[in-house]
């Protein structure tokens, strides 16, 4: 696994290094709805799984064995960052943003549009009715 | 002032900077409102309020029919207003307006109401006969941890606060959530409920904003008794080192790449459905999503064409609408990762048997970057990206296999062990596989149907306790051993013995 970075994921990491006091560590990890994505934390511990794998703006990069070996000699993967909501723990969500993979062949500067403006306006009122077989149902 | 203010002691407030966000309807990209976004001051003063309701009482000490009436209450009133949650539900997080009227509101009271049940029917004292130390008694007390924290995830916000809350609350402690920012408004609303319902101050607590602040003071902060998470198994792993700080209990609900094994013996055309159901649900944006369909080579080429045909027939768009199946995903950035992955599966697999790309088709006005269309690849390798790692989107991956025990090899070839399924007319046979595959849930002809009254969590790395049942509500009950001497003669005292006389 290789790993870089594009300008905008390295200049938020750079910023966490001067929010945080603590040494810092991003680690690739997987899972539900985060999917597989790097997560930016603050004296954490890598399990005995995990390696690194790279890093940037000077801070490590780790990621576990089994996604080591999924993307194995020098598969690249690129971590970029996203600026719509953000979840997970992980530190730039304090910023207001999210550090996300991307794919090798990633081109920071052909990003489509992020905020499209909506077409003509959709009739947004609900419409229909639940079927009678799903009112007899209690799911979850 | 935001729109949907943090629940705090409560009564709604700004958070402490005044600073908001905005959510947005992901179909259109409308917004929706500007959420409170709570800083580390605001955790710590909801964390506080929890506290000081804990240790003040008189939520901790009421009995537990009084706990009872008033989960039963908060269910109530949800039910009261069940078209406004299932509406803002399925606006701010994308998924269908069918969804949230069928699951995720019914599922939300369904929770209330069954841990409003072990409330009541669960003993709080349980005597234990017999003792090793005459003429001495014993029994078990279970008590409440005190201040139980959760941070939730955006798939199912209104179920997985209730998921949270009542098991907590039922059991007398009092609870602190945060919602996922991508849809924290459903969450929010709960504080009305918890208001109307007459819940003592500080018992329930609900705050929206960054996890990197919020999440991490959750489940760090020494004021805090238990923590519990649903979402990403590298969270969770964050989670527990934040939590073990002061050796904190920890409930995680974590990822998933359940396996749906189709047999041989399979109604095929109900097992066809079952495994499009248990993908495509929500966008396959559900941790148990039977993503891997582990399919017998005999009725491979057969059962892949049923799959492919019916796909089409998924009904994609708005949300509102009661006939849509599949809604937006819930951000454009989800679709992006999933976009990814489907490159991936071109590279690794080939072309998709249906779908690999957004929808051409929407209604004017939705927004084709925040929609996918369900995809389906076929003949894949269980060691590709695509079968081993989560992608939470609309993506199949068909596996064939020879003999049950490959299927049971493959299911269980995951770091995950969530959940799976098993499609067959011979229930000896499904239920021997339901036996070997390591996950803590096991649909045998079904898949998704969750309930209250039944467990809910994961093996391997998808978790760890359960959620729902009763072992999900004494997840959230301390036990104490009680030993008690009557005294009498000084003979009844080992003490006297143990040590020397001369004591």
Redesign the interface.
């Known amino acids: 696994m290789r790993i870089t970075a594009t300008e905008r994921a390295s200049a938020v990491v750079e910023r966490a290094k001067h929010s945080r006091a603590g040494r810092l560590t991003i ?11 790097p ?1 930016l ?1 603050e004296d ?2 890598p ?1 005995p799984d995990q390696a690194e794998v790279g890093s940037v703006s000077g801070v490590t990069v780790f990621a576990p064995d ?2 080591r070996r ?2 194995p000699d020098a598969q690249r993967v690129v971590i970029d960052v ?1 600026d ?11 910023f ?1 943003c ?1 550090l ?4 090798a062949d990633f081109d920071s500067a052909a990003e ?1 549009q ?9 009739d ?8 009678p077989e ?2 007899r ?4 | 002032m935001a729109d949907h203010q943090l629940f705090i002691d409560g009564e709604y407030r700004d958070a402490a900077s005044g600073e908001t ?1 905005a ?1 947005h ?1 992901p ?4 917004k929706i409102a500007d959420v409170a976004k709570a800083g580390k001051a605001d955790a710590v003063a909801a964390i506080t309020a929890a506290r000081k309701a804990f240790d003040e009482g008189p939520w901790s000490r009421t009995s537990g029919k009084e706990r009872a009436e008033k989960l039963n209450k908060i269910a109530e009133l949800l039910g009261a207003k069940a ?1 406004k949650f299932a ?1 803002m539900e ?2 701010d997080g994308g998924g269908t ?2 969804k949230a ?4 509101v ?2 939300a ?3 209330f109401q069954w841990f409003a049940r072990m409330a009541e029917e669960q003993p709080e004292i349980v005597d234990l006969p017999g003792t090793a130390f005459p003429p001495s008694e014993n029994y078990v007390k279970y008590e409440p941890h005190g201040v139980c924290t959760g ?1 939730i ?4 916000p209104l ?1 997985m606060a209730a998921w949270k809350i009542a098991p907590a609350i039922a059991a007398g402690n009092t609870s602190v959530i945060k919602p ?3 849809t924290s408004v459903t969450a929010l609303m709960l504080g009305e409920i918890m208001q109307e319902a007459d819940l003592p101050p500080g018992v329930v607590n609900i705050i929206s904003g ?4 919020v ?2 003071e959750l ?1 760090a902060n020494p004021m805090v008794d238990k923590t519990a998470f ?10 527990m ?2 939590a073990s700080g002061t050796v904190k209990p920890v409930t995680l609900e ?3 790449k359940s396996a749906n094994i189709v047999l041989d013996d399979a109604d095929l055309d109900i097992a066809a459905a079952a495994v499009l159901w248990g993908t495509f649900f929500h966008g396959g ?1 559900v ?1 148990e999503s039977g993503t891997r369909a582990l399919v017998h080579r005999a009725i491979y080429d057969e059962f892949v064409s049923l799959l492919a045909d019916r796909t089409g027939k998924i009904v994609i768009g ?1 949300q ?4 849509t199946d599949i809604g937006p995903l ?4 989800q679709v ?2 999933v976009e ?2 489907v ?2 599966g071109r590279e690794e697999v080939g072309e998709p048997l249906v779908g690999g790309s957004r929808p051409d088709d929407l ?5 084709a ?1 925040a929609f996918y269309r369900p995809t389906i690849f076929v003949d894949v390798d269980n ?1 590709s ?1 695509i079968a ?6 609309p993506v199949l991956s068909v596996i064939p296999f020879e003999t049950d025990d490959e299927a049971v090899a493959i299911a269980n070839d995951s ?2 062990g969530l959940a799976g399924g098993v499609q067959s007319a011979d229930l000896d046979r499904a239920k021997d596989i339901a036996g070997r595959m390591r996950t803590g849930t096991v649909w045998i002809n079904d898949y ?5 009254e039944r467990p809910f969590g994961g093996y391997k ?2 978790g760890i306790g359960r959620e729902l049942s009763t072992q999900g509500y004494n997840a959230y009950r301390q036990i104490k051993h009680v030993h008690i001497n009557p005294g009498g003669s000084r003979d009844n005292y080992m003490h006297f013995s143990a040590l020397s006389s001369n004591i």
């Open positions: 680690t690739i990890g997987t899972g539900c709805c985060e999917s597989t994505a997560f934390y954490f511990w399990g089994h996604l999924m993307y996203t719509e909501l953000a979840e997970s723990l992980s530190i730039e969500t304090e207001g999210r996300v993979l991307r794919g489509p992020r905020c499209p403006a909506p077409g003509a306006p959709l947004r009122r609900v419409t229909g009715e639940l079927p799903l009112s149902i209690r799911m979850r | 966000f959510t309807d179909a259109t990209g409308e078209e509406e399925a606006r307006i069918k009227t069928f699951a995720d019914p599922g009271q369904g929770a941070v995830p955006w798939n199912f179920i996922a920012s991508f960054p996890g990197g602040t999440g991490e489940a649903t979402g990403s198994t590298e969270v969770g792993r964050r989670i080192q934040l974590l990822g998933g944006q941790c708005n509102l609408d009661f006939n819930v951000s454009r950035s992006e990762t990814r992955y490159a991936l209604a004017e006005g939705l927004d970057a060691k990206k081993q790692e989560e992608i939470f989107g770091i995950y998704h149907l969750i309930s209250p790395q998808s």
